[in-house]
């Protein structure tokens, strides 16, 4: 069997909201020891540094936070993540999650490329389905998944020629959504599972479905873990807290399901700002919810002292 690759890409992205400190995420990860927990579980790892946005032209906009900087980003990052998906598992390293603008275009262009249907798990407090007319706020944070299922306004990115299906994302872990997205969620077939829904029933068995349908169209998932799936009181380095989030317990499971599944095909770690953690603490259960994505078992989690 033939070592299997991971590709750590560092996206110092801090455009897509106005509070700043996400650029310091991908060295977070990386002092956590994220290189190390992958290569003792058996990876070859690839760290292939911080990228750069494409050159833009750093106009204005009226409404629209750092417009310009993000459609760069999200070209470089696009490029990154269909270059990485040819060489190994490429994992983002943000950066706020407009990276994933880029990550998923690129993952949807390599599936494409390899003739396979692409999937996308959304582990994220919100539904980020705003496009730039939509926002309120006008931080492009919260618009990926609007931008790769095809929705209208993305003036200046670049185009897709074949939108992601709905039914082919699910989000789970929701628990704030605006007005304007909640309206627009309930004409698709996007998959919902929202906080509720995780506390009545459980959060293994809906994603345990979702995967089934990845394995049955033999399908690539891209997976894009939000610090804030989690609860803030075990996760507080974020600048978009929602409580009530996901239990670190609920995190592992879903980690090792996904690990079980062996469908991952690539990786999101987002929206972690080193400026408000407290001495490391989120950046290393990021790292070790993504070392159980990728095999460590419940019996071999490290014991830390914070």
């Given at each position: ?143 990926p998944l ?14 897709i020629d ?138 071999d989690r ?5």
């Amino acid at each position: 069997m033939t070592q299997q690759t991971c590709i750590l890409i560092g996206a110092p992205v801090d455009s897509g909201k106005r509070r700043r400190g996400c650029l310091m995420g991908p060295d977070a990860y990386r002092t956590a020891g994220l290189a190390e927990a992958l290569a003792d579980l058996g990876y070859h790892v690839q760290d292939r540094g911080n990228i750069a946005p494409a050159t833009f032209a750093g106009a204005p906009h009226d409404r629209i936070h750092a417009l310009e900087e993000t459609i760069g980003w999200t070209k470089a990052l696009a490029d990154a993540a269909q270059a990485g998906l040819q060489d190994g598992m490429p994992i983002f390293l943000g950066g706020d999650h407009s990276l994933s603008l880029g990550s998923v275009l690129g993952a949807m262009r390599h599936a494409d490329t390899v003739k396979r249907p692409l999937f996308v798990l959304w582990l994220d407090a919100h539904s980020d389905f705003h496009t730039p007319a939509t926002t309120d706020s006008g931080n492009l944070h919260g618009t990926p998944l609007g931008y790769v299922s095809g929705r209208p306004d993305f003036v200046g990115f670049p185009e897709i020629d074949r939108p992601l299906p709905q039914e082919n994302i699910a989000i789970m872990g929701l628990r704030s959504v605006d007005g304007a997205e909640r309206v627009a969620l309930q004409d698709t077939a996007i998959h919902r599972v929202d906080m509720r829904e995780i506390d009545e029933k459980g959060i293994a068995k809906p994603l345990g479905q979702f995967l089934e349908r990845v394995a049955a169209a033999q399908g690539m998932l891209h997976v894009s873990l939000d610090v804030d799936f989690l609860d803030p009181s075990i996760a507080p380095a974020v600048g978009t807290t929602v409580p009530g989030g996901a239990t670190i317990r609920e995190g592992h499971l879903v980690m090792e399901m996904l690990h079980d599944s062996g469908l991952m095909t690539s990786l999101d770690l987002v929206e972690l700002n080193p400026f408000l953690d407290e001495r490391g603490r989120t950046a290393q259960v990021m790292v070790d919810l993504a070392a159980s994505a990728l095999g460590r078992r419940v019996f071999d989690r490290p014991t830390r002292a914070f």
